[in-house]
């Protein structure tokens, strides 16, 4: 009889060592299989965010200025602001990939990157709404869980060979 964690198996010394193993080494594995995942779901944001249209220079139409698409430097923001957060362990391994930090706009003032993003996600009173937030959200789902599905695959098979 061989102590797992907190329980007692009776079997071979190798499903043991083997389960042993995989104990120590389950927060590693998560982690490695979440962060294939998230870059997947980055990548998708990436290639949404390129796809956004972009607004030339503007010109007011009976005194007021038209609702526009974002501008090149902001879709450029954008991209280069784009990352994957920290790896936090909870309950289960979590993180987010969304946007960060701040860029100057045409006036040379400081705009979170983030409020940029959720106002071509969701429109303003002086932008029209294009969803690439949401539209990454669907279209990365299914292909995220198999990308994690895969390394957690690999990563367990590497360790009980």
């Not at 390129?50 to 090149?72: A, D, F, H, I, S």
């Not at 960060?100 to 009173?125: C, D, M, Q, R, W």
Request: net charge positive.
């Amino acid at each position: 009889m061989s102590k797992v964690g907190d329980y007692y198996l009776l079997g071979g010394n190798e499903t043991v060592e083997m389960l042993e193993t995989l104990t120590k080494n389950a927060e590693g594995i998560f982690k490695q299989s979440v962060y294939k995942g998230a870059g997947v779901v980055a990548d998708e944001m990436t290639r949404r965010v390129k796809e956004l249209k972009t607004t030339g220079k503007q010109t007011k139409v009976n005194g007021k200025t038209p609702r526009r698409y974002c501008y090149e430097y902001e879709k450029e923001a954008l991209i280069d602001n784009l990352g994957i957060a920290p790896m936090k362990l909870r309950k289960s391994v979590n993180t987010k990939v969304g946007f960060s930090g701040y860029y100057h706009n045409k006036s040379e003032e400081s705009v979170p990157v983030p409020l940029l993003a959720n106002s071509i996600n969701a429109g303003t009173s002086f932008m029209k709404k294009q969803a690439f937030i949401n539209a990454t959200i669907r279209g990365s789902k299914s292909n995220c869980i198999e990308a994690m599905q895969k390394q957690l695959d690999k990563s367990i098979n590497e360790i009980t060979r």
